[in-house]
């Protein structure tokens, strides 16, 4: 089940593209699986048909789903390309981030790697 959170900061069709891939990963949907078109997933989302479209067309930039015309949009069976230096940079930058608010908390580096595991417990399903 994908949640929307509409007083997030993070665009509605960036939080659909998470939470299709959150599903990838805990195994909810696998290589091959059909999503739901566009139109339906608005409306169980009950968002605009266009933000569904551009998180669509994202994943589909990401090899992460194919659109077949005519049949759907499927989980692409290769959906795990190598990573850009330009990604790796982002993310070194996001984690940078992370560890400066973490810090204001009053975090150590213990607690915030026991965060990470936790993370990524729930992340595949608890295993």
């Known amino acids: ?9 993070t665009p509605i069709y960036e939080q659909i593209t998470i939470g299709i891939k ?3 990963l805990k195994n ?4 091959g699986d059909k999503l739901p078109s566009v139109r339906e997933l608005s409306t169980i989302l009950t968002i605009n048909p266009n933000t ?3 998180a669509y067309m994202e994943l589909e930039k990401q ?5 077949i015309k ?5 989980i692409t069976s290769d959906y795990r390309k190598p990573v850009s230096e330009e990604k790796i940079s982002k ?13 204001y908390l009053g975090l150590e580096e213990n607690d915030l790697i026991l ?3 936790e993370g990524f417990k729930e992340i595949r399903g608890g295993i």
């Open 1 to 9: 089940m994908i949640i929307i959170d509409s007083k997030s900061s």
């Open 22 to 24: 959150e599903l990838i």
């Open 28 to 31: 909810v949907i696998k290589s």
């Open 52 to 54: 569904v479209s551009k």
């Open 63 to 67: 090899n992460i789903v194919e659109s």
């Open 70 to 74: 005519g049949k759907g949009t499927f």
């Open 91 to 103: 993310l070194i930058l996001d984690f940078k981030r992370l560890i400066l608010e973490a810090n």
């Open 115 to 117: 965060l990470l595991d």
